[in-house]
């Protein structure tokens, strides 16, 4: 074997031997919202159209989003009018845009949810993510002081050369928490909250898989999107994958179980999206309360 790919395989197993690191203190729980929200989305497209016009329609009347997107924009990108947003045009070719700086600094919405790109480690690296979540959060706090400023946790693809669940497991506390938020929450002076996609993916993905399977939701494949040839697409999310995202923004935002809220919705063109059989929709459900619940970092009161 070459020396470099035994090299390389020697790290990877490092890096999964090594014990979770302890999360660091949460920033204090935020109180449920008296009505609907106004909400931003700051991202690309793991955030995508489809999920947050998914939110919309589960959080009810009033509730209201815009969002600015790209093509695995990091939050740099996003705040540095220098620098190039790919698929600008493309992502943001719909009614609900609006652009990214002009709408934190509004104060017009009760929160504001910012993604970073991925591969995590580089926009730690590249990007400066603690800086630009900080500035990001520090001009959403300057325009409206009680507005909650959230962070997406992500994932990464379904092939990654770590494991795709050991990394969810590992990147919670290494990277998203210890090198990104709470480095912002310092820099900025402003309590930033999490959306825990990744943790709610993976502990969806280990029961179903755990039970053979349920029904309309074989593994963890399901949640995925679709290529043209019909192979699955390893990080962007279909209808039943951005249905769980959307739940799983409904509960942290809210601070509602989501039990019992309708599985059938649109898509943002307006077309039906697929969607998860009764048995899914409540284990997805559960799933999300369950890890939205538990988690102080997303600012859900015990």
């Known amino acids: 074997m070459p020396l470099r790919r035994l090299l390389t395989r020697s ?3 490092l890096l999964c031997a090594l014990p979770l690191l302890p999360r660091p203190a949460a920033a204090a729980p935020v109180a449920p919202p008296e009505g609907p929200m106004r909400v931003y989305h700051l991202g690309h497209s793991l955030v995508g159209r489809d999920m947050p016009a998914m939110l919309a ?31 600008f045009d ?20 009760d929160a504001v949810i ?36 959230y962070l997406l946790e992500t994932w990464h693809k ?20 210890r090198r990104i938020m709470l480095p912002a929450q310092r820099k900025a002076g402003v309590p930033i909250h999490l ?32 290529r043209p040839d019909g192979s699955t697409d390893p990080i962007h999310l279909g209808d039943l994958g951005n249905y769980l995202l959307a739940l799983t923004h409904y509960a942290v935002l809210y601070q509602r179980s989501p039990a019992g809220l309708p599985r059938r919705l649109t898509r943002a063109d307006g077309t039906p999206a697929t969607p998860p059989s009764p048995q899914a929709a409540r284990i997805m459900q559960e799933t999300v309360w369950e890890v939205v619940s538990s988690m102080p970092e997303t600012g859900v009161s015990p």
Do not use: C, K
């Open 90 to 109: 493309a992502e943001n070719d719909h009614p609900s845009f609006r652009p990214a700086r002009e709408a934190v600094g509004s104060g017009d919405y």
């Open 11 to 13: 790290v990877v197993a």
């Open 195 to 226: 959306v825990p996609a990744g943790q709610v993916l993976a502990r969806l993905t280990r029961r179903i898989e755990a039970e053979g399977g349920v029904a309309g939701l074989p593994d963890r494949t399901a949640l995925f999107a679709r």
């Open 114 to 149: 910012f993604t970073e790109m991925v591969e995590i480690r580089d926009a730690i690296r590249y990007h400066a993510s603690a800086d630009y979540l900080a500035r990001w959060a520090a001009l959403a706090a300057r325009a409206r002081s009680d507005v909650r400023v």
């Open 57 to 87: 329609q589960l959080a009810g009347p009033g509730h209201g989003y815009e969002s600015q997107l790209g093509w695995g924009t990091s939050l740099r990108e996003h705040w540095e009018p220098g620098l190039t947003i790919r698929g």
């Open 158 to 177: 379904l092939d990654d050369p770590e494991g795709w669940l050991e990394r969810i497991d590992r990147d919670l506390g290494r990277y998203w928490l």
